[in-house]
């Protein structure tokens, strides 16, 4: 039984670039258990708004509470939902997203897939839902608006449920140090100096307040920087990789490839198609 808001496919695909919203689901009401084969090249931004069980791809399985939220990669297998013999139905929302743009999204706002976080208030993340929906819905629809709205979705969903309401300042001077300067190499040891932490205190203390591994989160804004290069500019994949702060363009291209699931001369030549 489903019972919500469902969007299905946008026509106006020439306006989304390298993203494009699929599906949106408001508050949608269901019973049985949803399996995805790992197979769909899509990813789905889902709020659980009940009890129910949630299987990850790596096997990991247990009962969410209300205002659970994951990130499905349907490149890979999930399930969740009860079984019809419990009797249970179950509610949650969502947007399901197709594109490498969405890992450029997920990068920039320090989200990662196959994780289980949690909201305290689902009311922000119900306001992005109709924010989106709003905009995908209506015949004038601006692509450029709404990867602005999901960009903004995830940057809040992070925000709100992953970085704490107090961050050291040391560890904040890392971060706009990081944010300043994203195609200076820096290392661990570098970055721990700076804060006046040893290693493993400044490696705990970033991923607690940040919600991710310091070099981890250094290596995203050096990506974030150049997907920016290779859609603004006419410079070199090789020129690209300099201004990166990587001297071998293998090594560039292999770290975004892994990053984005394509390569950097892939990911312009589908923009120059769109």
């Not at 990867?147 to 992953?162: F, N, P, Q, T």
């Not at 300043?180 to 100096?193: E, G």
């Not at 410079?235 to 892994?258: E, I, N, P």
Request: glycine letters at 6%; a negative charge.
């Amino acid at each position: 039984m489903d019972r919500g808001i469902r969007l299905y496919e946008i026509e106006r695909q020439r306006h989304f670039a390298d993203l494009k919203v699929e599906v949106v689901g408001y508050e949608v009401n269901r019973t049985g258990i949803y399996q995805s084969p790992g197979s769909l090249d899509n990813h789905r931004i889902m709020l659980f708004q009940s009890h129910m069980p949630v299987r990850l791809a790596d096997g990991h399985e247990e009962i969410v509470e209300p205002g659970t939220f994951t990130i499905f990669d349907s490149m890979k297998p999930s399930q969740y939902g009860w079984d019809l013999a419990t009797g249970h139905d179950w509610i949650h929302s969502w947007v399901r997203v197709t594109g490498v743009g969405i890992n450029r999204l997920l990068t920039a706002s320090g989200m990662q897939t196959g994780r289980f976080y949690h909201l305290a208030d689902e009311v922000s993340f119900l306001y992005w839902l109709q924010q989106i929906h709003r905009e995908a819905s209506d015949l004038r629809a601006d692509g450029r608006i709404l990867v602005a709205l999901l960009e903004a979705c995830l940057h809040d969903l992070h925000r709100k449920a992953v970085m704490p309401d107090f961050v050291e300042s040391n560890i904040l001077m890392a971060c706009r140090w990081i944010d300043s300067n994203p195609a200076t190499p820096v290392s661990l040891h570098q970055l721990a100096a700076m804060a006046n932490y040893s290693i493993s205190h400044f490696c705990a203390l970033f991923r607690e307040q940040i919600g991710v591994a310091p070099m981890k989160y250094a290596m995203s804004k050096r990506m974030q920087l150049a997907t920016q290069l290779l859609e603004d500019t006419g410079l070199s994949v090789k020129q690209v990789a300099d201004q990166c702060g990587f001297h071998d363009v293998y090594h560039f291209s292999r770290t975004f490839s892994k990053t984005f699931n394509q390569s950097p001369s892939a990911y312009r030549d589908q923009l120059g198609q769109m």
